[in-house]
């Protein structure tokens, strides 16, 4: 194997473990997500458990986060858009930093 080989597969590699990892992160936060709504709805413990899983399964339909506002917004009236989109993104640096701190 060349070094130009060898560099190739490290790219390849980087961008297997970077993909992998968003997919991880982006499910925590779907989770996460999910646990914030279920307390709005009044759920806990294993009913909060069960709704975020259903926000998670709903972020897998389409790509990107409309399938996933459009869930929230559905199940929580009187949840705004932006309030839906400000929490994915309060979810999202917190997944980061549960990932972070659990590698």
Do not use: C
């Not at 839906?84 to 980061?96: D, N, P």
């Amino acid at each position: 194997m060349t070094s130009f080989d060898n560099r190739e597969k490290a790219f390849e590699d980087m961008y297997a473990h970077d993909a992998d990892l968003r997919f991880k992160v982006l499910a925590r936060r779907d989770k996460l997500a999910g646990l914030w709504a279920a307390a709005k709805l009044g759920l806990s413990g294993e009913a909060a458990a069960d709704y975020a899983k259903t926000v998670i399964l709903a972020d897998l339909e389409h790509p990107g986060d409309e399938d996933i506002v459009a869930k929230l917004q559905g199940d929580l009236p009187g949840v705004g858009d932006a309030e839906i989109r400000a929490q994915l993104q309060v979810a999202f640096i917190e997944a980061e930093r549960q990932y972070r701190e659990a590698v």
